[in-house]
């Protein structure tokens, strides 16, 4: 097991890089002040233009609209992403890499037709997996299908659907004469009922909206493995949130650890305070772990190993809880500059503890590790 990035790896690593510092970061602070509505149109922008990079494409074969590269290249591109722009990260993660896979790996001819437009940024996709009663210590899914016509009707609700507002396309995991199964629902489907935009605490220029499916009309993805898919699909998501995360609380471990050299107190750096270096050595060893989980989970994930879900759920979790501890701390650190609204810190912390929530709350999580692994005992 060699987990040494190959030189091509590195530099694709340096080209996402070079993007996200020149083209994203001069304005993160602007976009996340903005009013929920007049995010969209900035949004959709940021998009487009890493779409035209081919950034978007990493990870999908280039005769489908991809740049090629494989699942560490793609979720490098969310790592690098989340540390410049958590809000961007969570718009490209459900568009490209939830969305447009399920259409890639599990969809006909016609759903991959929509391959090249979602990878050159032109229209964006969506991924509804959270629901409003799903239960704490199970993966169950309560919203269901039924067969109608030469296709099929949703009906249940999704709770803070990413891209819902703007997206052209949306899958959708629901039960299927008790069986998990992947659906696609397009734009201005009947049935389809969208809530406004949600003013959030974090990932602001996100855009999400709570869904209500009223016989909602749809149409079928992976065939007879609905269920594998399901699950699979449910495991990248974790993946690519636990790589979120990690860039955030790189962010935040970057944002304290300048402001602690830089600024003195007691008339020395307040980086020798021990109590404050504690604090900056713990936030690299949950980086420095967190990043390890996640590359595990990707070797795991390529071999085909069945326990990729597993650790997808334990790096989400992990990576979401360090994010957050680690965000405080920059608040913490910086002090009174940390606390004021619009401060690197302050943002940054707020996005980390949306990411405690999205993609199953750390208690579901724990839930189901402890559910496996007493499985094994």
């Known amino acids: 097991m060699d987990f040494s990035p190959t030189k091509q790896q590195q530099e694709t690593r340096q080209r996402i890089r070079d993007y996200c510092r020149q083209e994203l970061a001069p304005g993160v602070e602007e976009l996340d002040a903005l009013p929920v509505d007049l995010t969209l149109e900035t949004m959709a922008d940021r998009v487009r233009g890493l779409g035209k990079s081919g950034l978007l494409g990493l990870g999908f074969p280039e005769g489908q609209g991809g740049s090629g590269g494989g699942l560490f290249d793609s979720v490098t591109l969310i790592r690098e992403l989340g540390e410049v722009c ?157 790589a979120l995360a990690a860039g955030v609380l790189n962010a935040a471990l970057i944002t304290a650890g300048v402001f602690a050299r830089d600024h003195k107190t007691g008339g020395k750096p307040l980086a020798r305070h021990q109590e404050i270096s504690f604090k900056l050595a713990d936030m690299f060893l949950f980086l420095d772990t967190a990043q390890l989980l996640i590359q595990r989970c990707v070797w795991l994930m390529e071999q085909g190993s069945d326990e990729a879900g597993l650790l997808a759920s334990g790096a989400k979790c992990f990576a979401a809880e360090s994010a957050a501890k680690a965000g405080g701390w920059a608040v913490q650190v910086t002090g009174q500059e940390g606390c004021k609204r619009g401060s690197e810190s302050e943002r940054l912390y707020r996005d980390a503890k949306l990411l405690e929530v999205l993609g199953d709350s750390s208690e579901r999580h724990r839930m189901s590790i402890a559910d496996q692994v007493l499985a094994e005992v």
């Open 86 to 242: 958590p809000a961007t990260a969570l718009v490209v993660l459900t568009s490209a890499s939830l969305c447009a896979h399920a259409l890639h790996a599990w969809g006909g001819a016609e759903d991959r037709r929509l391959l090249p437009l979602l990878l050159g940024g032109e229209i964006l996709g969506a991924y509804g997996s959270q629901e409003p009663e799903a239960d704490l210590d199970s993966w169950d899914l309560r919203t269901a299908a039924s067969p109608a016509g030469a296709g099929f009707k949703l009906n249940g609700r999704k709770n803070m659907v990413v891209n819902a507002a703007a997206a052209g396309v949306l899958v959708v995991p629901a039960v299927l004469g008790g069986v998990p199964s992947l659906f696609r629902v397009d734009q201005g489907a009947s049935g389809l009922d969208l809530s406004a935009l949600q003013d959030k605490m974090g990932c602001r220029a996100a855009p999400t909206s709570d869904i209500v499916f009223h016989d909602c009309a749809a149409g079928r993805l992976a065939g007879q493995d609905g269920a594998a898919a399901v699950a699979a699909l449910r495991a990248r998501e974790h993946l690519y949130l636990a």
